[in-house]
């Protein structure tokens, strides 16, 4: 519910949907189309994420927690999706790593930073942020073995370093079944995705078929603006020769699939509700690094383009710093706004450092 | 006393010795020697342990926490010695780091997972566990620093090299031996060693002399075994070309090696008592990191193969990440089966990535 | 105060000074020069504390705490300055690194040990500890970010390599900027310097100009024995091809500038006053890295020899190595002469290593 409340207000920002098809028909300059494309793809990740809580509402807590483990970052999952159906890898890695990141250091630390301006020094459970540590550390492990041990192992291409990736992805859907399952079992809530705050007002429920055609359009305009963005890629990176694909995918892609985390997340926090803004934040993360990663992994391979796990050096580097950090400052399950600050600004030095690679 | 109630039903597995003696003068295909040889060390090893802590009951706390902290991984020190004299120095570091996260991660995964399924929450000492992340950290530090510096120095044959693995062997017997001391001073058990449970039961003590044959006999047992063993290694590698030695070392010799530990582990944790199954998985992992690892410098002086404590990286990755979750998991004093299934799952993940290494 | 009282004693080593600027026109021995300029600095590095903190007293605490936050390394300031200005980037570099883990395991750890053996477990607030791993890892990572993407950036002194250390440098004070600012507003001392303990003998203050003039004529003398302790280096390395310039600047050059906050930290800890000792050796260390490191990045520019925050593996070894023993070991609030023991043999271990580097 949480979600759809706070949204309705960007949804003015569906105009950019028609204004993104027009331009791509009438050919607009590619990084104007490229922002427009973006902006466009705000409001309809809303619409996506919204359908989704709509329906899990109706079926039930069990049910309507795997709706959310999986389709939670649906959006995500689609634009990726259509990279790799264009071949372009390296841009899909990048993504992902941008959108953990993003979410632990962006996402997190602006809500740290706000509510601790507000109020100061604000509590939430010490025992969730342990298990969230842990998973942080287990996606770690599981990205960072096919990374480190490929090189010695083969190219990129060879069928072993496939074969480790794709036996690493089936664990890492074991790991995030297993949490699920785990969290099913042991409260009433799935604490992995996001959970719904206020129950009160059922008058807005939509009907089981309102919530199927907003998805399944909402899906279609969000497959095809994909392709519209990632067909942008190129004549973008051709034309600013300072912007790198990997910078593109590392920082640019990410924020604009994270905006509703971001709004959310900050307005919760405003609310001093920082059990579910640390959770939206990383569990965003989470279901990123741990589902739609391996997800992405067996996608692949139906397009003939196949994904590995095996991320380069500087995407190890960024999400083990924002793990670890994200790790130290919820350890103690309080926050304050300078632990805000410091998430932000691990982001702007990595920003920075991606900016300055070249292609 | 532990050891003992729970080996017994593992004795009858002695029946391997003579089948591998015989097998080795008969030309038995050398897989299944491996694994005759292998099943006949179980038993063995079980033995020594069994008559140690039998002379420890007879000589007092503080000589039996010493012959505990030197002899609790004998079988494991014999093999890699007897693997040293081969010149199979690759091999011995492997099996360093095989029986370091084996540990970690497969026993105290597997008692974790288990007792959790059985009691759901499970408590242990959370001081206890923090000075034993403490000392992972420690062992691992002393591990990385001439793994990491050695590339620079020299090659691993050179003088500074082997000068440098022999001064950091030292610090860590020093190490080993201060935390020894330390328990010793603050508590009446020795915390790095195995812990007996139950001291009610005098009348199964054996005597002094029955404890010093049972030991020498299986010591000789243990000794003409491993070289059986690893009379293996090499053949095993050549006909099954998708075995390397490296494998062999890092995952099949440890899991032998660990079956002791595994079983009792396992065992105390069905029982709920998480303090003593988290002491003998961690406290056997820190015994071969931080005692046999470094005795095995110095003892390989002796002949003329000097093993360095040159890890190659895909080791170091795997001690840190089984350190790291192990610590992590641990840190908050309570456990459950999540996390030993995250436990089990790092190994199967780091298993993967060893099977794809090539030689 | 606390600092006055105990230095007192070391003034005597002010001879040194006559001696070290006599040698130098009398041709002494380079080393014999080295040693004598080493212990000179020793008192005056002692003076220039003392009259910043006499300044503090009269300036009240905002600008007590700034003047502390800024010049409480002022003398390892200078020195790396006019290191700078000869262009012995490289020792500077070591001597920053050696600085923040001589701090953390030198300092920290003799004081940890000695107070651990007199009063057993000693016990400090487990906040500030937590806070100060956080800034250890943010200057951790913030030293990271440079050195790791440089090399696929650029040769060091590639213009995008300089802009990324600046951009991280900038980030580096902004940090460490709103930290002073988050402690003046929530507690009344400025935990990240040495707080005064003992304010009863304020008959012991010097007057504003005395003050003013003790710090100019320290600092003159600093400047001019940097320059001979510099210029002793070339010769040095050249006499004695096992010392190497790297081993002197990590090792040897942090030893002398850390010699107050050792005797201080150590004293202090024999008192059992153990917040102050963690915060005197902790917190200079996040001195070096967050204020000294960047703000000689800057300084650099203005003698052409430039800076930057490029590290080599080994010394982003030694921090984190460093950074994370400290964050276990004083993560549960309560040390003992074991956890002492155990920075020291880190050290020990790292130094060893740092030997056998060659040049």
């Not at 619409?47 to 329906?55: D, N, P, R, V, Y």
Request: proline content about 4%; glycine content about 8%.
């Amino acid at each position: 519910m949480q979600k759809i409340l706070r949204m309705n207000k960007l949804y003015w920002l569906l105009i950019a949907v028609p204004i993104a098809i027009i331009g791509e028909f009438t050919q607009m300059p590619p990084l104007t189309l490229f922002l427009f494309a973006c902006v466009a793809l705000i409001p309809l990740a809303g619409l996506i994420g919204e359908s989704t809580e709509m329906l899990s509402e109706r079926t039930g807590p069990r049910i309507g927690g795997l709706l959310n483990a999986t389709l939670g970052n649906a959006a995500e999952l689609i634009i990726t999706i259509v990279a790799i159906k264009e071949g372009l890898l390296e841009l899909v890695k990048a993504s992902i790593t941008g959108s953990i990141i993003g979410n632990l250091l962006l996402v997190l630390g602006a809500s740290l930073f706000l509510g601790g301006l507000k109020y100061g020094r604000q509590k939430f459970d010490r025992v969730r942020a342990g298990q969230n540590s842990t998973m942080l550390l287990m996606a770690l492990i599981a990205l960072a073995i096919p990374s480190l041990f490929s090189e010695s192992i083969g190219p990129e291409t060879s069928p072993r370093v496939e074969a480790l990736s794709l036996g690493v992805a089936a664990c890492m859907i074991v790991i995030y079944a297993l949490a699920i399952f785990y969290s099913f079992k042991t409260t009433a809530d799935t604490p992995l995705t996001r959970p719904s705050v206020e129950h009160g007002h059922a008058k807005n429920l939509w009907s089981l078929r309102t919530s199927l055609i907003v998805l399944g359009v909402a899906t279609v305009a969000v497959v095809f603006l994909s392709e519209l963005l990632v067909g942008t890629v190129h004549p973008i990176v051709k034309q600013f020769p300072f912007i790198t694909e990997f910078f593109l995918g590392i920082v640019l892609i990410p924020i604009v699939g994270n905006v509703a985390e971001h709004i959310v997340g900050v307005q919760v926090a405003l609310k001093n509700q920082m059990d579910l803004s640390v959770e939206i934040s990383v569990g965003s993360s989470l279901q990123v690094a741990l589902f739609v990663a391996p997800v992405l992994v067996f996608v692949s391979l139906l397009f003939g383009h196949p994904l590995t796990l095996v991320f380069n050096q500087f995407e190890l580097i960024a999400m083990i710093a924002a793990s670890v950090i994200t790790a130290l400052v919820s350890s103690d399950g309080e926050t304050n706004w300078l632990e805000g600050a410091h998430l932000l600004m691990v982001y702007v030095m990595l920003a920075l450092a991606f900016f300055f690679l070249p292609a």
